[in-house]
C-alpha cells in the first residue's frame, strides 16, 4: 500500500460513539480508502501486478491504514494519470461521496445557490470543488482562519461558523451538511424547490441527528441521505473529474502509520485542510 486517507468521522467511531447506529464490534481496523500497487490477483481479475490502483473498503468496513488490503474487484480501479500516489489516498471516499451527494442525490444544477456546511474537511473540500465545477453558487462555511483557503478552493462566499448562524444565510437551492448539528434551521433556509443532503450523524447528537434526517426525506424540502457506498461507475466519475483537472485532492499533511494517534487527536482538535493521510511508504525504503 502507498497511502491510505484518515476521515474526519473516523475519531467518533474509534471513539465507540456511533457504534450502536453502526453496530460495530471492536477491535475494528481503521481506515476506509487507499492508493497502492496491486500485489496479487485472484483468477480472471483484469488488473496487473505492479498496477498502481486507488479504491475503497467494502461497505461498512474498515482497515485500509496497514501493509496490505484484500478487496472485491468493484472495490478498485487504475489510478488516474499523473495523480501522487500519496495524495490519492485521500480521496476515494471523499470525492465519491462529494459525487453521490451533488450529482447524484441533490443533482445540482448550473446557477443554483450551495451551501456546504464543513467545507474545510475531507468531503467538503471536495464539495466545494465539484460544486464550482458543475457551475452552482458556491457559499463555504468553514472556520475563520480557513476562509482565504476554502476561497482559493473555489467557493464564492466564505462565512466563519462560529460567528454567522442559519438565520445570517441564505436562501439556497442546495445545502451539504457535514456537520449534524442543527439540521432543522439549516433546513429553513432552503428556497422553494430546494434540498438538503445531510451526512454527518452528530457524535454528541445521534438521536437528534438521526430523527431529522428519518423526519426529514418526508419534507416537501427533503432531508436526503445515504451511507456511501459507491457504484464502480461512481468511481469511474471521480477519475474523471481529476483527470479533467476540476477536482484535485487535498491531502493537509502525510504522516508515517506510527502517528495515527497524533493524526486522531489533530482531527478532533479542529482545523484540518482536507484530509489528513497516512504515507505508507515512509521509513519503509
Ligand atoms: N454519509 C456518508 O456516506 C459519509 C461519508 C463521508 C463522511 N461522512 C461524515 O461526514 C462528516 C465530515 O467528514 P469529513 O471527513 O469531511 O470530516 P472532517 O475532515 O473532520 O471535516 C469536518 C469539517 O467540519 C468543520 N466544522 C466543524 N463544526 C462545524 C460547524 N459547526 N459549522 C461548519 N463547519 C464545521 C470542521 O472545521 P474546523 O475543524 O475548522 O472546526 C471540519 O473542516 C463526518 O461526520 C463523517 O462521518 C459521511
Known amino acids: 500500500m502507498l497511502s491510505a486517507g484518515v476521515g474526519g468521522g473516523e475519531t467518533a467511531i474509534r471513539a465507540g460513539k456511533l457504534r450502536r447506529v453502526m453496530r460495530l464490534t471492536f477491535p475494528q481496523g481503521s481506515g476506509n480508502e487507499f492508493a497502492g500497487r496491486v500485489a496479487a490477483v485472484g483468477a480472471g481479475v483484469d488488473l496487473r501486478r505492479g498496477e498502481l490502483v486507488w479504491g475503497l473498503m467494502p461497505h461498512g468496513t474498515f482497515g485500509s491504514i496497514a501493509d496490505k488490503?484484500?478487496?472485491p474487484r468493484d472495490r478498485v480501479a487504475p489510478l488516474p494519470q499523473g495523480l501522487d500516489p500519496v495524495a490519492a489516498g485521500s480521496l476515494p471516499v471523499s470525492g465519491t461521496t462529494a459525487i453521490t451527494a451533488l450529482e447524484e442525490k441533490a443533482a445540482v444544477l448550473p446557477g443554483e445557490r450551495l451551501l456546504v456546511r464543513g467545507a474545510t474537511g475531507g468531503v467538503g473540500s471536495v464539495a466545494v470543488q465539484l460544486g464550482r465545477h458543475l457551475g452552482a453558487h458556491v457559499t463555504a462555511m468553514a472556520g475563520e482562519r480557513n476562509l482565504d483557503w476554502v476561497r482559493e478552493l473555489g467557493a464564492h462566499v466564505a462565512v466563519d461558523y462560529r460567528t454567522t448562524g442559519p438565520a445570517d444565510l441564505g436562501p439556497f437551492d442546495v445545502i451539504v451538511d457535514l456537520v449534524g448539528t442543527d439540521l432543522p434551521a439549516y433546513r429553513r433556509r432552503l428556497a422553494r424547490g430546494?434540498?438538503?443532503?445531510?451526512?454527518?450523524?452528530?457524535?454528541?447528537?445521534?438521536?437528534?441527528?438521526l430523527a431529522a434526517v428519518a423526519f426529514g426525506r418526508l419534507l416537501p424540502r427533503p432531508v436526503l441521505s445515504f451511507s456511501n457506498n459507491p457504484a464502480a461507475g461512481t468511481v469511474a466519475r471521480l477519475a474523471e473529474l481529476v483527470e479533467a483537472g476540476a477536482?484535485?485532492?487535498v491531502p493537509d499533511r502525510a504522516f508515517p502509520i506510527e502517528e495515527i494517534v497524533e493524526v486522531h487527536r489533530r482531527l478532533e482538535a479542529g482545523g484540518v485542510r482536507g484530509k489528513y493521510v497516512i504515507d505508507l511508504t515512509a521509513g519503509r525504503h
Not at 197 to 207: G, M, N, S, T, Y
Open 69 to 71: 488490503v484484500v478487496v
Open 194 to 209: 430546494g434540498r438538503m443532503v445531510a451526512l454527518a450523524i452528530a457524535p454528541d447528537a445521534v438521536v437528534r441527528s
Open 247 to 249: 477536482i484535485r485532492p
